[in-house]
Structure formats: structure tokens, C-alpha cells
């Protein structure tokens, strides 16, 4: 079983930025592909960023596209999620996920562990 733990959260202004970080608990993490997802309160949970084991490969969520981006340091079993210029609207608790295969996916399906999930709010 694999633990993902989450840092980074906290509260911001509008146009302000934070940066997220998740450290598996694996050794094996420069084998697994990486993801970020957010859920709002009463809405579905989404797809913000993935990146594939190696980090050469990155995709994003439209509406994150310019303003965040995600990273892995694989000496330091990270992978980070940098978001600039945040909206009150992209307040929600977000997720770190490890996908068990090299390549980055977009589907929550496609992922085996998940985090707890760190608060992020944006205040206007």
C-alpha cells in the first residue's frame, strides 16, 4: 500500500500563488506517472496535471493552462503542483494521485493511490 502525503495548502488572494507538494511513500517513484485533481464542494472532482515517470511529459486542464505548473524531482520522491495567479473559483481540497504506469493519464480511473488532500482557498 502506497501513502501519499500532501503539503502546500493554505489560504490566498486572488492573483496570489502557492505551491503544493506530495511525497509518496515508494521508492519505486521514478517508475509511476503523477496527477493533480481538485474537488470543489458539491462538485465532481477534475483534473488539473499530470506528468509521466520521467517528468518529459506534462498535460494540463484547459483552464489551468500558463498559470500552473507541475514538476517531479525524483531524487526527492516529490512531485509538485506550482499555481500562479489563482481564482476564488479554483478553491477546493486537491489531490495527489500515482498512477502505477509510466505515462501521465487524465482519468481519476486510471490512478491506484490517492492523497488525503490539502484545502486550497482563494479568497477574493
Known amino acids: 500500500q502506497v501513502q501519499l502525503v500532501e503539503s502546500g495548502g493554505g489560504l490566498v488572494q486572488a492573483g496570489g500563488s502557492l505551491r503544493l507538494s506530495c511525497t509518496p511513500s515508494t521508492r519505486a517513484f521514478s517508475g509511476y506517472a503523477m496527477g493533480w485533481f481538485r474537488q470543489a464542494p458539491g462538485k465532481e472532482r477534475d483534473f488539473v496535471a499530470a506528468i509521466n515517470y520521467s517528468g518529459g511529459t506534462a498535460y494540463y486542464a484547459d483552464s489551468v493552462k500558463g498559470r500552473f505548473t507541475i514538476s517531479r524531482d525524483n531524487a526527492k520522491n516529490t512531485v509538485y503542483l506550482q499555481m500562479n495567479s489563482l481564482k476564488p473559483e479554483e478553491t477546493a481540497v486537491y489531490y495527489c494521485?500515482?498512477?502505477?504506469?509510466?505515462?501521465?493519464?487524465?482519468?481519476?480511473?486510471?490512478?491506484?493511490?490517492w492523497g488525503q488532500g490539502t484545502q486550497v482557498t482563494v479568497s477574493s
Open positions: 494521485a500515482l498512477d502505477l504506469r509510466l505515462r501521465a493519464a487524465v482519468s481519476g480511473d486510471e490512478y491506484d493511490y
